[in-house]
């Protein structure tokens, strides 16, 4: 099962500095402007392209409220048309896109809300979120640290920072943010969610439970939060208790990669590999390196005796992450399986050195 799964909140301009914004651009031109309602600028070209641009904008943000992120990438569309310099369009079309699960569209207008306004803070978050999710956590983390001087008492930016040292495995420094995160906001039900996938990462399951709890408390439908819980009973071996708080993560997000993968790896606890088999393969399919996913397959390949096959899963799953839990006694069972009592008992040490205690287990039962 995947151990951490963290949601973050992205940040939306409302346009409440947009007039703001239209008196520099115009003032570069000499203009004196005189506001009135609706951010109208004045009697020029300049301001009337600015007005218009603010109201596509205005009616962009309604549509995201909505949820409607196709019209609202519209209307962002066709305020960026009026004003291609419109950096707070840039930054909530991009929103707009992230939501309607277009990663590549939003990096795309993220930066270029960066590039049409080098000190937007809230680009560079949003940015910072899209490019750890894309896998490159190092460039998250180089968004987050330009603006640590703005952001750094905002609880979510606490919370998004020690996620991407969550990636980077410095381990203190991502306890710190997190710990930053709840001083800041002890209500931040996300900021508990993402430190109690780290704390269960770094096994320290009582402080794990905790934290899940309590964000379940403070809002019982969030999906991560109900993916992690299903984790902590997993362990303990309640799979189907399991089972009905991952079928709520599902219900909220129905194609999210680690729900996937850790209702398949349940239902092939509970004895049931048919309908966990094109679980982890579609999981598979939005998401090919994850390597829990990876493992949840080749234990449903052992379970049916194609060892082989498992053996391949096991070991690209070691190539992906080594931190698997319970990679190595898996992979030894495979080995084991083919007849490769040598390996198994190489597998189970590599095991037991990095913790696995089932791994321990097998090694000293079964190796000299």
């Known amino acids: 099962m995947n151990t951490v799964d963290c949601k973050l909140t992205r940040e939306l301009a409302d346009g409440r500095d947009l007039l703001t914004k239209i008196r520099k ?14 951010y109208s600028c004045g ?7 600015t ?3 603010a109201q596509f904008f205005l009616r962009g ?3 995201l409220q909505k949820r409607e992120y196709r019209e609202a990438i519209r209307f962002y569309s066709e305020a960026l048309e009026k004003k291609p310099d419109f950096a707070d369009a840039f930054n909530n079309r991009g929103l707009a896109r992230f939501r309607n699960d277009d990663r590549e569209g939003a990096l795309a207008d993220y930066t270029r809300a960066i590039q049409a306004d080098p000190d937007f803070g809230a680009a560079y978050l949003n940015r910072a979120e899209v490019l750890l999710e894309t896998g490159d956590a190092t460039g998250s983390l180089a968004d987050l640290q330009r603006i640590e001087k703005e952001y750094k008492d905002s609880t979510y930016y606490q919370s998004r920072l020690g996620d991407a040292y969550v990636r980077l495995n410095k381990a203190s420094q991502a306890q710190a943010a997190y710990d930053r995160a709840l001083q800041l906001d002890a209500r931040n039900s996300e900021a508990l969610t993402n430190r109690g ?15 899940i709890d309590k964000a379940l408390q403070l809002n019982p439908k969030q999906d991560a939060a109900l993916n992690n819980q299903s984790l902590l009973l997993a362990r303990e071996g309640k799979f189907t208790d399991a089972l009905a708080y991952v079928n709520r993560a599902l219900t909220a997000k129905p194609n999210q990669p680690y729900y996937l993968n850790n209702k398949a790896y349940l239902l092939l606890m509970l004895n049931r ?33 194609q060892s082989s096959q498992a053996l391949t899963e096991f070991r690209q799953a070691e190539k992906l992450d080594a931190s698997v839990d319970q990679l190595y006694y ?22 037991e050195s990095a913790g696995d205690e089932q791994a321990r287990t097998e090694r000293s039962a079964r190796c000299r």
């Not at 009697?43 to 392209?49: A, F, L, M, V």
């Not at 996938?197 to 934290?211: G, I, T």
Request: net charge negative.
């Open 25 to 38: 651009d115009c003032l570069r031109f000499g203009i004196f402007l005189v506001a009135s309602i609706g």
């Open 273 to 305: 590999p048919a309908e966990a088999l094109p679980l982890v393969q579609e999981s598979l399919r939005l998401d090919a390196s994850n390597a829990w996913a990876h493992r949840t397959l080749g234990i449903y390949y052992l379970k049916q005796k």
């Open 330 to 351: 898996y992979l030894g069972m495979a080995e084991l399986a083919l007849g490769n009592q040598s390996g198994a008992c190489q597998a189970w040490q590599r095991g």
């Open 43 to 49: 009697i020029t070209s300049c301001t009337k392209d």
């Open 61 to 63: 943000n309604v549509q």
């Open 51 to 53: 007005d218009e641009a």
């Open 197 to 211: 996938a780290y704390y269960f990462s770094q096994k320290a399951y009582e402080q794990a439970r905790q934290d």
